[in-house]
């Protein structure tokens, strides 16, 4: 009877540990969000966003999805009109992280490109490289630095794409100045 008891216990136990382990590996949208200012120019017309290629399993696309379009709406760089004149694709190219480590890094890797609705050749494009790095001290759980730094590694990769996105509107016609 002892034994049928702790066996139970231990598998109660292990079932606690994965799904705990589990639920710390999931991305959080609203972490992905880095804080942006207004943008100086603004596009004519409102944007669709559309990401692809991510590793499901470390970042959902509608997780990018959300915290880009979030983003954008505070910088304003694009109207939030129902009217959406432009397509901004997402290509996640990597996600790299480390099978084990006391300090994790994630890298992020995504192909950014603009194009008006309906054409497709691209008006804008570039790839963006960034990283993030959680010690140790933040969180005793691996699996929770590894989602805190994929978090914090796509925000930098949204920082980054919507402050040379912006840059490129500076520079062109196409957009509205204030």
């Given at each position: 009877m002892t034994s049928l008891v702790t066996?139970?216990?231990?598998?109660?136990?292990?079932?606690?540990?994965?799904s705990v382990?589990?639920?710390?590996?999931?991305?959080?949208?609203a972490k992905m969000v880095p804080?942006?200012?207004?943008?100086?120019?603004?596009?004519?017309?409102?944007?669709a966003v559309q990401v692809s290629g991510a590793k499901e399993?470390?970042?959902?696309?509608a997780s990018i999805q959300s915290a880009v379009e979030?983003?954008?709406?505070?910088?304003?760089l694009f109207p939030a009109a129902t009217d959406?004149?432009?397509?901004?694709?997402?290509?996640?190219?990597?996600?790299?992280?480390?099978?084990?480590?006391?300090?994790?890094?994630?890298k992020v890797r995504v192909g950014w490109l603009l194009r008006k609705r309906g054409s497709p050749e691209a008006i804008w494009s570039e790839q963006i490289s960034s990283e993030a790095k959680v010690g140790f001290?933040?969180?005793?759980?691996?699996?929770?630095?590894?989602?805190m730094a994929n978090e914090r590694a796509v925000?930098?990769?949204?920082e980054q794409g919507l402050a040379a996105l912006s840059e490129f509107a500076e520079q062109n016609t196409i957009v509205e100045t204030e």
């Open positions: 066996k139970t216990v231990r598998k109660l136990v292990v079932a606690a540990v994965f382990a589990l639920s710390a590996c999931a991305t959080d949208p804080n942006v200012g207004k943008s100086e120019a603004s596009f004519d017309s409102g944007v399993s470390l970042v959902k696309n979030a983003a954008l709406m505070q910088s304003e959406k004149g432009y397509t901004l694709r997402l290509d996640v190219l990597a996600i790299e992280n480390p099978l084990i480590g006391i300090d994790l890094t994630s001290g933040e969180s005793l759980i691996a699996a929770q630095r590894m989602a925000a930098a990769n949204i």
